[in-house]
């Protein structure tokens, strides 16, 4: 008898602590911090397109939202990674294409670490020169983020913008006409590669969203989440 008391009241502290317990695949954090700012403001399971998306799970800051309902859109230039979406996200949209200012075709230097391949050569210089091998060199379709939202979204933009596209962020960003259509929240690489995390952040990025009519609501040194002055400040 006392040992079934115990695995009761064991069973009864487990489902404590499962009712409280918040699942996180960012890599530090982040996408619990847009979750509560989603919560906040009343939106429960908010569209997303994430650029740069590499993978489902790992590292993403799509996934828990994938998990509790969200559907949105992934956008991958590495096509060998983008089957792992095609497995595990299959009720997202899933497109094999680059992301820049202007449609046309640019070399991808893809990394030996896959989470650093870049459009950008001077960001693909820069990991080689920190250490990082580089892969191969392939031409690569690019379009427009903004094609994008006309083309799969009717030209309204997702509730949450998830950005990593290594060097080539802030001519995406700056290319975008935030007065036509814009996210409600965006997870922008705010930091240089560094491979101990202390990269030098980069300001300028910040700085622009800032001028597009973004607070910068949390940085954890590797991202900055930014949200709409409007949709937070009410």
Request: glycine share 6%; aromatic share 12%; proline share 3%.
């Amino acid at each position: 008898m006392r040992n079934y008391l115990k695995r009761i009241l064991k069973s009864s502290e487990n489902q404590v602590k499962t009712q409280y317990l918040k699942t996180s695949y960012s890599q530090c954090g982040e996408d619990l911090l847009v979750d509560y700012i989603f919560q906040l403001r009343g939106v429960q399971l908010p569209t997303y397109i994430d650029c740069g998306a590499h993978h489902p799970y790992f590292l993403s800051n799509t996934a828990r939202f994938y998990e509790k309902g969200s559907r949105g859109i992934n956008i991958e230039a590495n096509s060998s990674l983008l089957r792992n979406f095609e497995q595990h996200r299959p009720e997202d949209i899933n497109i094999n294409v680059g992301l820049s200012d202007k449609k046309s075709e640019m070399d991808f230097y893809i990394m030996k670490d896959e989470t650093l391949s870049t459009f950008s050569k001077t960001e693909a210089d820069y990991l080689i020169t920190s250490g990082k091998g580089l892969l191969e060199i392939k031409k690569v379709t690019v379009t427009t983020l903004s094609d994008i939202v006309e083309r799969y979204c009717q030209g309204i933009f997702p509730d949450f913008l998830n950005i990593d596209i290594e060097g080539m962020d802030f001519q995406i960003i700056d290319s975008l006409d935030f007065d036509q259509t814009f996210p409600k929240v965006i997870c922008v690489e705010s930091a240089e590669y560094s491979p101990i995390g202390a990269g030098a952040k980069r300001n300028e990025l910040i700085n622009l969203l800032v001028s597009k009519g973004y607070y910068e609501y949390a940085n954890t040194n590797l991202n900055a989440i930014m949200v709409k002055n409007e949709f937070w400040f009410i």
